[in-house]
């Protein structure tokens, strides 16, 4: 052991798990320095301040801190003092991302000569860094490309504060944001390794859109979100005439970015603007997009509040057919700003074109008028992946369920991703539709959807009879308000579950919409309910996620049919949340208490519930 030459050691340790990592500790000390030097502290995730002010304390004087590769931060107040010692402590990060309290102030940086060049030297000292992700009230991105020599960024993302709580749009903080987004264009030429920039609450121009890819000649991947489109009279007042003018009557493509593969674009809709000004500005977009990016592979526009059945949405038709014609080496095309007509599938299949991955937007009818222009196209036999969203009106259009559109899908041959979502709380399709749409498209690997509901009105209950594909099956905001329901749900997703051998991952969580309606139920009749699960059969399962209601409880059964009881509690921290789970032994469902959700289990080895990592011998007798 004594002999054995560090790189071999450290090249097994790159194959073996952390329990493992952990027991060679033990071994012999030098050993132990090895495995602390290399890979104990490679990664830190810190969501409490007191904690992150011992680890500093301890780490800033150890050899060891140059182990630390990837940081996160979240949920912390971060005073300006703490954040400049970071650099110091954890010197050789490749990853870091701080998100810290919601709430954070951005006046707590005085951004005067002198506190600016400190901040500005210190974040310099991050001369390895490649990835940051943060929520922007501390100037770290741009003090970072300040710096006199050329950074190793390759990732960059920023959310922008909408006002000092992070909740509330108004166009004073997109007049504020907008100059921070110019600051960081400024600057971006000294990320040369740049390949990926992410973007959350901004106002930006296409003149801006310029400066941006003359500023990063490698980025292949640009996320632009919740972006404020509509001109308003307070953003006018303060902005260039030539940036307003990009805007407003678009702007000569001299140069084209064929480096962008990926574009992602959407609106933000917490600011009420006019559809008419909102779609002159689109279109002023559309046409950018269409001429600047010669070589995309990978086209998003998400328009918040979409209603593409009205007048307004098939105003962009024509527009958006003229970029798509631009775009051979399309591979996913995902937008609501306009339905998916007969002109745009023409552009793709005139160009050649085998999209893979295909989203589309709006109420049934139009839902299933673009799955019928798509069966009759040449992308028919090329889609492996599908996105449907019903759009707001889709629920007053005909009554009752109507699973057209479940047939059409059956002639995509290479599907194997489905998800469907909707935009409204009282759902028009029902839980019977999962074992209608893994019957109907055999070949499905990957499954989700949102906003189902139990209350089954069909006597016949389709189920299935012959094994799936299925390796992944997410439902979320599943709409259960009685005991009948339950039981619908119950009956089905397990039969969905006992035909489907090869699950790896398994999501489901209830509608709060509609909870107490349930809770009420289970009072009125004194009685106990359960959400039961059965996945005996399930040997590749290695994640579970489960939320029914608010209830915390769960009753697991192993294989050995040994149980025991567990109170979940589950909190969120950050901005954008991460959901921490705790699990706790408990003797039974305690009184007063009628909704559990109760799991039988296989021998899966390495199976994770609710985010905790279960352990076999946990289990009562």
Same mark, same amino acid.
């Given at each position: ?342 002109? /745009? ?5 005139? #160009?050649?074109? %085998? +999209? ?6 709006? *109420?049934? $009818?139009? @839902? ?106 997410? /439902? ?5 308000? #009685?005991?009948? %329901? +339950? ?6 997703? *397990?039969? $969905?579950? @006992? ?123």
């Amino acid at each position: 052991m004594e002999s054995l030459p560090k790189e071999t050691f450290l090249l097994i340790q790159s194959y073996i798990d952390i329990q493992t990592k952990l027991e060679c500790l033990v071994v012999c000390r030098k050993w132990y320095n090895w495995v602390k030097s290399d890979s104990l502290y490679t990664k830190l995730t810190f969501n409490n301040e007191k904690r992150l002010e011992r680890a500093i304390r301890y780490l800033y004087h150890q050899r060891c801190k140059r182990s630390v590769r990837q940081l996160e931060i979240r949920n912390i107040y971060l005073p300006t003092l703490l954040v400049t010692t970071l650099p110091d402590t954890f010197p050789s990060l490749k990853s870091l991302t701080i998100v810290p309290f919601d709430n954070a102030d951005e006046d707590q940086f005085t951004p005067d000569d002198v506190n600016l060049l400190s901040f500005d030297l210190s974040m310099q000292k991050w001369t390895t860094l490649e990835n940051i992700t943060e929520t922007h009230y501390l100037p770290i991105t741009v003090s970072l490309l300040k710096s006199p020599i050329p950074t190793h960024l390759t990732s960059i993302k920023l959310t922008y504060a909408w006002d000092s709580s992070y909740s509330e749009a108004t166009e004073a903080s997109y007049v504020e944001n907008y100059f921070k987004v110019q600051s960081l264009i400024k600057y971006l030429y000294n990320a040369p390794l740049l390949t990926c920039l992410d973007l959350t609450n901004i106002f930006i121009t296409l003149k801006d859109m310029e400066n941006l890819h003359a500023s990063t000649p490698n980025l292949k991947t640009l996320h632009l979100n919740k972006m404020l489109l509509c001109l308003h009279t307070e953003i006018e007042s303060v902005i260039d005439d030539v940036y307003i003018e990009s805007t407003k009557n678009g702007i000569d493509v001299k140069e084209k970015a064929s480096n962008i593969k990926d574009i992602t674009l959407s609106t933000m809709d917490s600011v009420a603007t006019e559809d008419e000004l909102n779609d002159a500005v689109i279109i002023k977009w559309l046409e950018y997009t269409g001429k600047k990016y010669s070589d995309l592979h990978s086209f998003c526009f998400y328009r918040a509040m979409d209603d593409i059945t009205s007048p307004t949405g098939f105003k962009l038709e024509k527009p958006l057919a003229l970029a798509c014609r631009n775009w051979p080496q399309l591979k996913s095309y995902d937008t609501n700003t306009c339905p998916l007509s007969i002109d /745009i599938l023409k552009e793709f299949d005139d #160009n050649g074109v %085998e +999209l893979n991955h295909l989203g589309i937007s709006g *109420n049934r $009818v139009t @839902l299933e008028e673009q799955l019928l222009f798509v069966q009759v196209s040449d992308q028919a036999k090329h889609l492996n992946s599908l996105k449907i969203r019903y759009s707001n009106d889709s629920f007053h259009h005909q009554n009752g369920p109507n699973h057209k559109w479940i047939s059409i899908i059956s002639a995509f041959r290479n599907l194997h991703t489905l998800n469907v979502s909707s935009r409204v709380e009282q759902s028009e399709y029902e839980i019977d539709m999962l074992p209608m749409v893994l019957r109907e498209v055999p070949t499905l690997k990957y499954f989700t959807i949102g906003r189902m509901l139990a209350n089954v009105k069909v006597e016949n209950t389709p189920t299935l009879t012959q094994p799936t594909l299925l390796e992944h099956l997410t /439902i979320t905001r599943c709409g259960i308000t #009685n005991d009948k %329901e +339950l039981s619908n749900c119950n009956a089905i997703v *397990n039969n $969905v579950i @006992l035909f489907s051998p090869n699950l790896t991952t398994f999501i489901f969580e209830t509608d709060g919409y509609y909870e107490n309606r349930l809770i009420h139920c289970a009072k009125k009749k004194r009685k106990n309910m359960a959400l039961e699960l059965n996945f005996e059969h399930q040997d590749h399962l290695k994640n579970l996620e489960v939320n029914f209601e608010e209830s915390q409880y769960f009753k697991l059964y192993n294989a050995d049919g040994k149980s025991q009881w567990y109170y979940q509690k589950q909190f969120f921290v950050g901005q954008p949340y991460l959901r921490v789970t705790n699990f706790k032994k408990i003797s039974g469902l305690p009184h007063g208490k009628r909704l559990y959700t109760k799991v039988k289990l296989c021998n899966n080895k390495t199976l994770t519930i609710n985010s905790r990592r279960l352990i076999s011998n946990e289990f009562a007798s």
